[in-house]
């Protein structure tokens, strides 16, 4: 069962940008939306969060103001915009739905996943 298809991954040098999507199947209404990213031998990791509505947002501190997420209701979607990226940012990233949590275990639905490299 996938609900969430997420992509917009691929290969930028240090510096650049990327836009990630997630586009989902059904209205999560009322739920709040993230991005998590896990490289390889590492733990999963909250990046960013979005609410309902959209102006409640939260970043992890490593992404400080590197980082935008926005939802587009309508849409069904919410993204990533991912700019002054880092050899560090590589992961592969994830969106999920659920709470407002920073943790995994907060979200019930998640995308499969599109891998980020950033080169140096």
């Known amino acids: 069962q996938v609900q969430l298809v997420d992509s917009g991954g691929g290969m930028v040098q240090a510096g650049g940008s990327l836009r990630l999507s997630c586009a989902a199947r059904r209205t999560f209404r009322s739920y709040t939306m993230a991005w998590f990213r896990q490289a390889p031998g590492k733990e999963r990791e909250f990046v960013a969060r979005i609410s309902w509505s959209g102006d409640s947002t939260y970043f992890a501190n490593f992404v400080k103001d590197r980082f935008t997420i926005s939802r587009d209701n309508a849409k069904n979607t919410v993204y990533l915009q991912m700019t002054s990226l880092k050899p560090e940012d590589t992961a592969i990233y994830y969106c999920?739905?659920?709470?407002?949590?920073?943790?995994?275990?907060?979200?019930?639905?998640w995308g499969q996943g599109t891998q980020v490299t950033v080169s140096s």
């Open positions: 999920a739905a659920g709470s407002s949590s920073t943790l995994a275990s907060g979200y019930s639905y």
